[in-house]
């Protein structure tokens, strides 16, 4: 159920991003999804892609300072509230959301939002509790 | 270990009769042999005689580095040229170079002090000095080179640069004591570390590191990291190169070696002689050199000295590390900035790489300072907020300790110049306008 992404610290200078992406692309590395959290003077890229550890290990070879983090995929239903069901079953858990982003999702009509919140673990219970599908981390890297 | 006894550990008194006969002589040679300082003489209304104990060094003018690229290139040797074997020089990006010379006595003079440092140090005979200062023209490299020579070391003269191969070699020549700047001793450690390489392939047991200033938070790093002890050693080319001075394994400040240079500190403002333990500039008398002696050479470099006798025996002062050199010095809004300042607050939270660079700017008429800081992968988060917290950390340390704001940069590792030789710490971007 936990999601392994990447995480990259970039600095806010041009060719950063392009360089990246062309290490992965060297090494048939898919980009899954990605978000940047961004500053004045750098920027956090978090990616979800295919082969996780492979990816940390070419991009920490390229020199990049490189993270792996733990997160969620979630499968959210679509249509308006959606996404608030999903919020208000993890603030009733008390558990805080560090960042969110969308993944896009190919086939069916849900749509998919990947969580780092605090209590990773009790967060996937009290989600499957509720009913609500929590990705299996094989199906997002195959997305 | 002491290389040599009567002299390094000779009572002050008989010491300070030694430096007078040899100042007397001193003042004679250059008085006779070089016009320069018999007019600078003759302008304070002073001729040889005149001094006649320790404190007459005192009314002598002070020798500046603008007289060396006045006189440029041989103006200031006190030797015939034919007794002159060697030359050496600054690289002059900044005007003339500066060139001294040696006479044959000079280098074994040169040999002698930086035998001592090496012996500081620990080496004998059986050691291994790999030199990874630079050779040629820079004092740095031949000096320790014929220092571990001397002692019968064996000498690997790598020079600087081409890492890999000082690292393969270190371990298949078991070089035990490794010469070179801190900075690059520090490149050297990450390199070894990045290259996966076991401690005890690493016979290395001490490291004699000069020609820039740093601090004791660098000296735990390095000794941390190369698991060796990290000796500060000091010279400059206008004195003689490395061996000027050299801590021994008390490692509380460098013992200068007096019975060939006599030190003193001087407010750098008013020019006045400070008493032992007061903070100022490094001035040195050369009393024993022949081709290119100096008189009352201000170094620039910021120190204070010390005379309570040292538990390693050696009666002969010591000078703190250099804190910094009042031309590097930079000022920020009034407020006086030295590079090792922020290396010290950076080290001291164990933030971050020790990589670090200084930009100063004007914008409109106000000084601004950054201070570009590398993120290592230990520090790293994937948080905003927690790299966000490391900067104001950082910043708030800095405000603490200089009184000003700085702004704080966080930058990508391997994003800041390394250096093979002094490393570059100061941007300074003000004086393009």
Redo the contacts between chains.
């Keep these: 159920m936990k999601v392994q ?1 990447i ?1 990259v ?3 806010n200078k041009s060719g ?1 991003l392009a360089m990246l992406t062309k290490v992965l692309a060297q090494e048939k590395i898919n980009i899954r999804a990605l978000s940047i ?3 004045t ?2 920027g ?1 890229l ?1 990616l979800i892609v295919d082969q996780p550890d492979a990816a940390y290990l070419m991009l920490k070879r390229a ?5 792996e ?1 733990a997160v969620i995929a979630v499968e959210i239903p679509d249509h308006p509230g959606g996404l608030a069901e999903i919020l208000d079953i993890l603030a009733g858990a008390e558990i805080n959301i ?2 969110c982003y969308a993944l896009p999702q190919k086939s069916n009509d849900k749509a998919l939002v990947v969580f ?1 919140v605090e209590r990773l673990d009790e967060a996937i219970r009290v989600l499957l509790e509720k009913g609500v599908g929590v990705l299996k981390e094989d199906s997002v890297y195959g997305i | 270990m002491i290389w040599n006894r009567p002299m390094e550990t000779m009572a002050r008194k008989e010491l300070q009769a030694l430096q007078l006969q040899r100042l007397k002589a001193l003042v004679e040679r250059v008085y006779h042999n070089v016009p320069a300082y018999r007019e600078k003489m003759q302008a304070a209304g002073l001729t040889p005689r005149d001094v006649q104990s320790l404190e007459d060094l005192r009314r002598l003018p002070f020798t500046v580095k603008q007289d060396l690229r006045d006189h440029y290139p041989y103006g200031l040797f006190a030797a015939p040229m034919r007794e002159i074997v060697r030359v050496h020089a600054s690289s002059g990006t900044t005007g003339n170079p500066i060139v001294v010379g040696y006479t044959r006595r000079d280098l074994d003079t040169w040999s002698e002090v930086t035998a001592r440092t090496l012996a500081c140090a620990g080496a004998d005979a059986d050691a291994v000095v790999q030199v990874s200062y630079g050779y040629g023209l820079f004092t740095g490299g031949l000096g320790i080179h014929y220092g571990a020579e001397k002692i019968g070391a064996t000498v690997v003269p790598m020079s600087g640069g081409n890492t890999q191969r000082q690292i393969k070699l270190m371990q298949d020549f078991g070089a035990t004591i490794l010469a070179c700047t801190p900075s690059y001793a520090l490149y050297l450690a990450e390199a070894i570390q990045e290259m996966k390489i076991p401690r005890e392939k690493l016979r290395l047991k001490a490291g004699i590191f000069g020609a820039e200033p740093w601090t004791e938070e660098m000296r735990r790093e390095l000794e941390y990291r190369l698991q060796i002890m990290a000796i500060d050693i000091y010279g400059l080319s206008e004195v003689i190169g490395p061996g000027v001075a050299s801590e021994c394994p008390v490692k509380n400040g460098l013992h200068i070696f007096e019975d060939h240079f006599i030190p003193e500190i001087i407010d750098p403002e008013t020019e006045q002689p400070l008493p032992y333990g007061e903070k100022g500039e490094l001035v040195f008398t050369t009393i024993t050199k022949e081709g290119f002696p100096v008189i009352r050479y201000r170094t620039r470099d910021i120190s204070v000295l010390h005379a309570e006798p040292c538990p390693c025996g050696r009666t002969h002062v010591r000078m703190e590390k250099v804190s910094g050199r009042s031309d590097d010095m930079i000022i920020i809004r009034g407020v006086n900035v030295f590079p090792s300042q922020v290396e010290s607050v950076l080290l001291k939270l164990g933030l971050t790489e020790p990589h670090y660079v200084l930009v100063v700017d004007r914008v409109g008429s106000l000084d601004t300072l950054e201070v570009w800081v590398e993120v290592s992968d230990k520090l790293f988060s994937d948080e905003v907020r927690n790299l966000e917290k490391i900067e104001r950390t950082i910043q708030r340390e800095l405000e603490s300790l200089l009184g000003l704001t700085a702004r704080v940069r966080l930058v990508e590792p391997k994003s800041i110049e390394r250096s093979e030789g002094k490393a570059k710490r100061v941007i300074d971007r003000r004086k393009k306008q």
């Design positions: 992404q995480s610290f970039l600095e950063r959290a961004d500053t003077d750098f956090i978090r020199g990049f300072t490189v993270s983090t560090e960042y780092r």
